[in-house]
């Protein structure tokens, strides 16, 4: 496997459940180390890189993550400074700073002395988006954030994350379930199909029917959204045999 | 950039801490107080400050109150952050050295030592009780990973519950194939802070001291495991180094607990709990929290044994159960609604 992240710009994997999507974007954090190859992160290899030192340059949101109970938005997303601290280098007004301006991206400030728990799911995946925000890195990888979310929040979400790379020049990786939304909001389209990259470019190159029937063993149309611009995958959701017998349909 | 410090002392947590400090300091001196023959708080200053050797009240207080309140004080502390750091770690809130097994290994372990060796110096119990904790650690987690599932909480909970039954049998079988080696033993194996005297107290100090220390260092990175491996890892965090020092940091609070008054359970399991009802799950505060708070428990507990039915008294591991039990439930209550 080969792959280059383009600096500045929003990069979606996609495949099937079990493909090795979040593997992958683990791999690339450094949370795990591949049993062979290296990931170069600005020009350096990774594994020789202190793990302080990497937490400062790139973040994860992993798929899932665990809110201790009882902890406070504000609580959570200090969490994300500890990168930034040592025994010597304790709290300082630039943490302060920086977790306010994370909660204040992330839309969760209001919330800040509240516990996690009392928030809904989309809330509290702002927070969690704040933390790792908090940490200040160029690179933000994340695993799945919208999975469990109403659609409407799924959008809000995705907007945040769009709006991150735009205004403040970060560098996303992302893994998404949701093809539609990857097609919308990805600058490079990564697809994974059993640990290998089938099809890797811009969403116009590779977002295509045979592309997706190859990774995904599913028939789909394309359609150009008439708002974004963006394609659109519509599954063959019955067979043509079973639309026979509906004419209605 | 460093930042005025001083908000340490206006955030809200700092306040419960200074109130259980004066709590634990009252606690300290109503314990010194009360006994067979109540003291007053003045007499027990003179006799700490200015002793005499010839004053029966000084001996008291030097040779047998003080060295059991100041027990009472570490080994509370010792084990409530010792529940503390395991339900951080395990993510598991039924964490804590009774559950799995930790206390059961270290008592069994004291057990054949004196039972079959007839070593008792306070020297090498606290080394005796590490190795059986570590070995009952170590079963249970072979255990638990050999189980379906691998090392879950729910797999670490059951075998450390297997592992505990186990060990405590074989210690009441001891007990009953031995009964006259045993009668030393028996008190002791219900939780008991009668009859130790200062000089074991200071060769035990030092090392939950330094236990105590170090979870107070690690305190932040343990908020941090909570959050999830991978969180942590991603922050930075060397997860498996971190995982180890906590993980020494435990068995040595627990065995030196277990050292000086033998298995008390329910401390490291409620007083963590109690302690994140008042100051949330940032373990900065949650470990000394539970420090203090399992300190006042414990002396409290242990005031009320000797009192209750004197001039008889309740073990201190019975009588923290039977209070802190119905603690335990209340809580439970308290959070569902």
Same mark, same amino acid.
């Given at each position: 496997?080969?792959?280059?992240?383009?600096?500045?710009?929003?990069?979606?994997?996609?495949?099937?459940?079990?493909?090795?999507?979040?593997?992958?974007?683990?791999t690339?954090?450094?949370?795990?180390?591949?049993?062979?190859?290296?990931?170069?992160?600005d020009?350096?290899?990774?594994?020789?890189?202190?793990?302080?030192?990497?937490?400062?340059?790139?973040g994860?949101?992993?798929?899932?993550?665990?809110t201790?109970?009882?902890?406070?938005?504000?609580?959570?997303?200090?969490?994300?400074?500890?990168?930034?601290?040592?025994?010597?280098?304790?709290?300082?007004?630039?943490?302060?700073?920086?977790?306010?301006e994370?909660?204040?991206?992330?839309?969760?400030?209001?919330?800040?002395?509240?516990?996690?728990?009392?928030?809904?799911?989309?809330?509290?995946?702002?927070?969690?988006?704040?933390?790792?925000?908090?940490?200040?890195?160029?690179?933000?990888?994340?695993?799945?954030?919208?999975?469990?979310?109403?659609?409407?929040?799924?959008?809000?979400?995705?907007?945040?994350?769009a709006?991150?790379?735009?205004?403040?020049?970060r560098?996303?990786?992302?893994?998404?379930?949701?093809?539609?939304?990857?097609?919308?909001?990805?600058?490079?389209?990564?697809?994974?199909?059993?640990?290998?990259?089938?099809?890797?470019?811009?969403?116009?190159?590779?977002?295509?029917?045979?592309?997706?029937?190859?990774?995904?063993n599913?028939?789909?149309?394309?359609?150009?959204?008439?708002?974004?611009?963006?394609?659109?995958?519509?599954?063959?959701?019955?067979?043509?045999?079973?639309?026979?017998?509906?004419?209605?349909? | 950039?460093?930042?005025?410090?001083?908000?340490?002392?206006y955030?809200?947590?700092?306040?419960?801490?200074?109130?259980?400090?004066?709590?634990?300091?009252?606690?300290?001196?109503?314990?010194?107080?009360?006994?067979?023959?109540?003291?007053?708080?003045?007499?027990?200053?003179?006799?700490?400050?200015?002793f005499?050797?010839?004053?029966?009240?000084?001996?008291?207080?030097?040779?047998?109150?003080l060295?059991?309140?100041?027990?009472?004080?570490?080994?509370?502390?010792?084990?409530?952050?010792?529940?503390?750091i395991?339900?951080?770690?395990?993510?598991?809130?039924?964490?804590?050295p009774?559950?799995?097994?930790?206390?059961?290994?270290?008592?069994?372990?004291?057990?054949?030592?004196?039972?079959?060796?007839?070593?008792?110096?306070?020297?090498?119990?606290?080394?005796?009780?590490? *190795?059986?904790?570590?070995? $009952?650690?170590?079963?249970?987690?072979? =255990?638990?990973?050999? &189980?379906? +599932?691998?090392? #879950? !909480?729910?797999?670490?909970?059951?075998?450390?519950?297997?592992?505990?039954?186990?060990?405590a049998?074989?210690?009441?079988?001891?007990?009953?194939?031995?009964?006259?080696?045993?009668?030393?033993?028996?008190?002791?194996?219900?939780?008991?802070?009668?009859?130790?005297?200062?000089d074991?107290?200071?060769?035990?100090?030092?090392?939950?001291? *330094?236990?105590?220390?170090? $979870?107070?260092?690690?305190?932040?990175? =343990?908020?941090?495991? &909570?959050? +999830?491996?991978? #969180? !942590?890892?991603?922050?930075?965090?060397?997860?498996?180094?971190?995982k180890?020092?906590?993980?020494?940091?435990?068995?040595?609070?627990?065995?030196?607990s277990?050292?000086?008054?033998g298995?008390?359970?329910?401390?490291g399991?409620?007083?963590?709990?109690?302690?994140r009802?008042?100051?949330?799950?940032?373990?900065?505060?949650?470990?000394?929290?539970?420090?203090?708070?399992?300190?006042?428990?414990?002396?409290?507990?242990?005031?009320? &044994?000797?009192?209750?039915?004197?001039?008889?008294?309740?073990?201190?591991?019975?009588?923290?159960?039977i209070?802190?039990?119905?603690?335990?439930?209340?809580?439970?209550?308290?959070?569902?609604?």
């Amino acid at each position: 496997m080969n792959l280059a992240i383009a600096d500045g710009k929003t990069s979606i994997i996609i495949g099937a459940n079990g493909c090795g999507k979040s593997t992958l974007l683990k791999t690339i954090a450094r949370v795990l180390l591949p049993a062979s190859g290296d990931v170069i992160l600005d020009g350096e290899n990774i594994a020789s890189i202190k793990t302080k030192h990497v937490a400062q340059k790139l973040g994860l949101l992993p798929q899932g993550p665990i809110t201790p109970e009882g902890l406070t938005v504000k609580e959570l997303v200090s969490q994300g400074r500890y990168p930034h601290q040592s025994f010597l280098r304790q709290w300082t007004s630039a943490d302060e700073a920086a977790v306010y301006e994370a909660m204040q991206i992330a839309d969760v400030a209001q919330f800040s002395e509240l516990p996690i728990d009392d928030l809904s799911g989309g809330q509290r995946q702002r927070c969690w988006i704040a933390m790792v925000l908090a940490q200040q890195t160029n690179f933000i990888l994340l695993d799945e954030p919208t999975t469990f979310l109403d659609l409407k929040v799924q959008v809000d979400l995705m907007r945040l994350l769009a709006e991150l790379v735009q205004k403040n020049n970060r560098t996303l990786v992302m893994v998404l379930h949701d093809l539609n939304l990857a097609a919308a909001f990805a600058d490079q389209l990564i697809m994974l199909k059993d640990g290998k990259i089938m099809h890797n470019g811009p969403v116009e190159n590779v977002f295509n029917a045979a592309n997706i029937k190859s990774v995904f063993n599913l028939d789909v149309d394309i359609i150009i959204d008439p708002r974004s611009k963006r394609p659109v995958c519509l599954p063959h959701l019955r067979s043509a045999s079973v639309c026979a017998l509906e004419p209605a349909l | 950039m460093q930042s005025p410090k001083p908000a340490f002392f206006y955030h809200k947590n700092a306040r419960v801490l200074g109130g259980l400090l004066m709590v634990c300091a009252a606690l300290f001196l109503l314990h010194l107080a009360i006994g067979a023959k109540a003291l007053s708080i003045g007499e027990i200053w003179l006799a700490i400050s200015v002793f005499n050797s010839n004053n029966f009240d000084h001996m008291v207080v030097w040779n047998v109150r003080l060295p059991r309140a100041l027990i009472a004080i570490t080994v509370g502390a010792s084990l409530a952050v010792a529940g503390a750091i395991m339900q951080g770690v395990t993510k598991n809130p039924l964490a804590s050295p009774s559950i799995l097994g930790l206390l059961s290994g270290a008592a069994f372990a004291i057990v054949v030592a004196l039972g079959w060796f007839g070593i008792d110096s306070p020297l090498y119990t606290p080394w005796i009780a590490a *190795l059986g904790a570590s070995g $009952a650690a170590i079963m249970v987690a072979l =255990i638990a990973h050999a &189980a379906p +599932g691998g090392l #879950t !909480a729910h797999n670490l909970t059951l075998a450390g519950a297997a592992v505990s039954a186990f060990l405590a049998a074989i210690i009441t079988l001891f007990q009953l194939s031995n009964e006259d080696d045993f009668d030393d033993l028996r008190e002791w194996l219900s939780g008991s802070l009668a009859g130790n005297n200062l000089d074991v107290l200071s060769s035990i100090a030092p090392w939950i001291c *330094l236990s105590l220390l170090a $979870a107070l260092l690690l305190a932040n990175k =343990i908020t941090l495991l &909570a959050m +999830g491996d991978e #969180t !942590a890892k991603s922050l930075g965090v060397k997860t498996t180094r971190l995982k180890l020092q906590l993980m020494l940091c435990v068995i040595m609070l627990t065995a030196c607990s277990v050292a000086l008054v033998g298995p008390v359970g329910f401390i490291g399991l409620v007083i963590p709990h109690v302690s994140r009802f008042f100051v949330g799950a940032d373990y900065r505060w949650v470990i000394p929290i539970s420090a203090l708070l399992g300190a006042c428990f414990l002396l409290l507990v242990d005031t009320l &044994a000797r009192v209750v039915i004197s001039p008889a008294e309740v073990s201190t591991g019975i009588a923290s159960a039977i209070i802190g039990a119905p603690i335990f439930v209340y809580l439970i209550k308290v959070k569902l609604d």
